[in-house]
């Protein structure tokens, strides 16, 4: 007999936007999948309408797309198990939840929210005072009515959820990949509802329903799930199904280590800006690649030595088995240095073209030719690739605006810096051919003739062309700015310094 083939999926609420929690669960699932020769699944848990976010499901399916996770049955490509959004599956839902009905593993609750506020807040009393709390959460008053009762609430029209009759005694045990084994006595758990009154699931029905529909045979999900697997045993067990592998994955915490990485917190202490939406890691210029890896290792690591892994070895390599069974810290500085390496890895043209929209993103008119001869003086410069656009934005915009200080950074007299001007525009207007090398010889032998420094002669003039005391090598920059443009700058920084008399 050949062994099942794996399936699992990723199954997010489109309640707002893709987050480094959702996207480490999805990627476990994606290599998961692809390791084993199975199958990865996205499903839309999209049944709470209340939390329903209109922008979610297309940062969603955009971000997946990004980081280069393809689903192999889900939203736009269909599959055989399908339809993949909840919403869509309504009718199944209510089906299986009449089977338990009649089945007598489930009924009815026509408990009014006044009356479940009521006992919740004497059931808290009893707590404050020490009491007997017994079972916690709904005291089951509908799990008896009589026909007559039922009769009666049925007449006032009174629309019920449904509720699971959970085992009042024994207990429910399942394991977990990563957690062991875990018991949990019946008592301590609440006739949960799978049914609301407005004949929607609840996320604990939908969710078995469609694991087993799916024929998903592992979960790997967030850890923050577990408490809510006891239930699921108890649905698995009254449908007569069996539970998929559970695996739970760690938390992921803030740098610190000391909280949960949290999707409002966005300061560290010493107000560096955390990053938590996959959106925002695409805007910033994270490589999807970086991303990939650098996630991979939240939670997971092959051994001490190996931190970079393509997407094909992830896939040859990663396994279960070690992934971390405790919370492992999202260390933005360590994806920093991941992202700089991936830049520095790219080729030449591939990097100028992923730079493209981003400089366009940020307002500059760039053009890729500009970009890709830019390239080679940046591409060790940059961790992140909108770090680009300062370094080069000079390139793109019509007019500088001088800071006098800065002109004049080297201790530099307004009239030395003006005639180091004077005679690097004269030298460089006369250039037949205003190439790279033409440019730094006519200048070198303008700074020699001037008597200052190199280095007095050079910044002034890096200062008037690019309007940065920090710019990419120089005589690269103005060979990428052409002639006409550099000879006008230096004029316009020569009537700037005059200006300042
Ligand atoms: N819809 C749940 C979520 O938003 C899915 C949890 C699960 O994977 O079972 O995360």
Same mark, same amino acid.
Request: hydrophobic letters at 40%.
């Given at each position: 007999?050949?062994?099942?083939?794996?399936?699992?999926?990723?199954?997010?609420?489109?309640?707002?936007?893709?987050?480094?929690?959702?996207?480490?669960?999805?990627?476990?699932?994606?290599?998961?999948?692809?390791?084993?020769?199975?199958?990865?699944?996205?499903?839309?848990?999209?049944?709470?309408?209340?939390?329903?976010?209109?922008?979610?499901?297309?940062?969603?399916?955009?971000?997946?797309?990004?980081?280069?996770?393809?689903? @192999?049955?889900?939203?736009?490509?269909?599959?055989? *198990?399908?339809?993949?959004?909840?919403?869509?599956?309504?009718?199944?839902?209510?089906? *299986?939840?009449?089977?338990?009905?009649?089945?007598?593993?489930?009924?009815? =609750?026509? =408990?009014?929210?006044?009356?479940?506020?009521?006992?919740?807040?004497?059931?808290?009393?009893?707590?404050?005072?020490?009491?007997?709390?017994?079972?916690?959460?709904?005291?089951?008053? =509908?799990?008896?009515?009589?026909?007559?009762?039922?009769?009666?609430?049925?007449?006032?029209?009174?629309?019920?959820?449904?509720?699971?009759?959970?085992?009042?005694?024994?207990?429910?045990?399942?394991?977990?990949?990563?957690?062991?084994?875990?018991?949990?006595?019946?008592?301590?758990?609440?006739?949960?509802?799978?049914?609301?009154?407005?004949?929607?699931?609840?996320?604990?029905?939908?969710?078995?329903?469609?694991?087993?529909?799916?024929?998903?045979?592992?979960?790997?999900?967030?850890?923050?799930?577990?408490?809510?697997?006891?239930?699921?045993?108890?649905?698995?067990?009254?449908?007569?199904?069996?539970?998929?592998?559970?695996?739970?994955?760690?938390?992921?915490?803030?740098?610190?280590?000391?909280?949960?990485?949290?999707?409002?917190?966005?300061?560290?202490?010493?107000?560096?800006?955390?990053?938590?939406?996959?959106?925002?890691?695409?805007?910033?210029?994270?490589?999807?690649?970086?991303?990939?890896?650098?996630?991979?290792?939240?939670?997971?690591?092959?051994?001490?030595?190996?931190?970079?892994?393509?997407?094909?070895?992830?896939?040859?390599?990663?396994?279960?088995?070690?992934?971390?069974?405790?919370?492992?810290?999202?260390?933005?500085?360590? !994806?920093?240095?991941?992202?700089?390496?991936?830049?520095?890895?790219?080729?030449?043209?591939?990097?100028?073209?992923?730079?493209?929209?981003?400089?366009?993103?940020?307002?500059? @008119?760039?053009?890729?030719?500009?970009?890709?001869?830019?390239?080679?003086?940046?591409?060790?410069?940059?961790?992140?690739?909108?770090?680009?656009?300062?370094?080069?934005?000079?390139?793109?915009?019509?007019?500088?605006? *001088?800071?006098?200080?800065?002109?004049?950074?080297?201790?530099?007299?307004?009239?030395?810096?003006?005639?180091? !001007?004077?005679?690097?525009?004269?030298?460089?207007?006369?250039?037949?051919?205003?190439?790279?090398?033409?440019?730094?010889?006519?200048?070198?032998?303008?700074?020699?003739?001037?008597?200052?420094?190199?280095?007095?002669?050079?910044?002034?003039?890096?200062?008037?062309?690019?309007?940065?005391?920090?710019?990419?090598?120089?005589?690269?920059?103005?060979?990428?700015?052409?002639?006409?443009?550099?000879?006008?700058?230096?004029?316009?920084?020569?009537?700037?310094?005059?200006?300042?008399?």
């Amino acid at each position: 007999m050949t062994s099942q083939t794996v399936r699992v999926r990723f199954a997010p609420s489109p309640t707002g936007y893709l987050h480094l929690g959702g996207a480490r669960t999805a990627l476990y699932n994606y290599l998961f999948a692809r390791h084993e020769g199975g199958r990865f699944v996205l499903r839309i848990e999209d049944t709470d309408r209340t939390r329903y976010h209109p922008e979610a499901l297309p940062d969603l399916l955009m971000g997946l797309r990004w980081l280069g996770l393809w689903w @192999d049955e889900g939203p736009e490509i269909g599959g055989e *198990y399908g339809p993949y959004y909840q919403s869509d599956r309504v009718h199944l839902y209510r089906e *299986y939840a009449e089977q338990l009905l009649r089945e007598g593993r489930a009924y009815r =609750c026509y =408990c009014s929210a006044e009356r479940l506020a009521s006992q919740r807040a004497r059931q808290r009393e009893d707590d404050d005072h020490g009491g007997a709390t017994g079972t916690p959460g709904y005291d089951r008053h =509908c799990r008896y009515l009589t026909a007559k009762q039922i009769a009666d609430y049925e007449a006032q029209g009174i629309r019920p959820v449904i509720r699971l009759a959970v085992p009042l005694e024994g207990v429910t045990e399942f394991d977990d990949l990563l957690r062991g084994h875990i018991a949990v006595q019946n008592e301590q758990l609440d006739d949960l509802v799978l049914l609301k009154s407005d004949g929607f699931p609840t996320y604990h029905l939908a969710n078995v329903v469609d694991d087993h529909l799916m024929a998903i045979t592992h979960i790997l999900r967030g850890d923050e799930w577990l408490a809510s697997v006891p239930k699921h045993v108890l649905l698995y067990r009254a449908f007569g199904w069996e539970m998929p592998v559970q695996v739970h994955l760690p938390t992921i915490l803030d740098p610190s280590g000391k909280g949960k990485l949290s999707k409002r917190k966005k300061k560290t202490a010493d107000g560096k800006e955390l990053l938590t939406y996959i959106h925002e890691f695409r805007q910033k210029g994270y490589l999807p690649e970086a991303m990939v890896n650098f996630l991979a290792l939240v939670g997971w690591s092959y051994d001490a030595e190996h931190e970079f892994f393509g997407r094909d070895e992830l896939i040859r390599v990663f396994d279960l088995t070690r992934v971390s069974k405790s919370p492992g810290a999202f260390s933005y500085d360590k !994806l920093d240095y991941m992202n700089a390496a991936y830049i520095r890895g790219l080729g030449q043209n591939d990097l100028a073209g992923r730079l493209l929209p981003i400089l366009r993103e940020s307002g500059l @008119d760039a053009d890729i030719d500009s970009v890709l001869a830019f390239v080679p003086h940046i591409q060790e410069r940059i961790k992140v690739l909108s770090e680009a656009s300062e370094w080069i934005d000079f390139a793109y915009v019509d007019d500088l605006s *001088y800071d006098a200080g800065e002109l004049l950074q080297k201790r530099l007299t307004p009239q030395q810096a003006a005639v180091a !001007l004077e005679a690097a525009a004269a030298a460089l207007e006369a250039l037949p051919e205003y190439s790279e090398t033409a440019i730094e010889a006519a200048l070198r032998a303008q700074a020699e003739a001037s008597g200052l420094k190199a280095r007095e002669f050079f910044g002034a003039v890096r200062v008037a062309a690019t309007g940065k005391a920090v710019a990419p090598p120089l005589f690269g920059s103005l060979a990428i700015l052409g002639q006409a443009r550099t000879v006008r700058r230096l004029k316009a920084a020569i009537a700037a310094l005059a200006a300042l008399g």
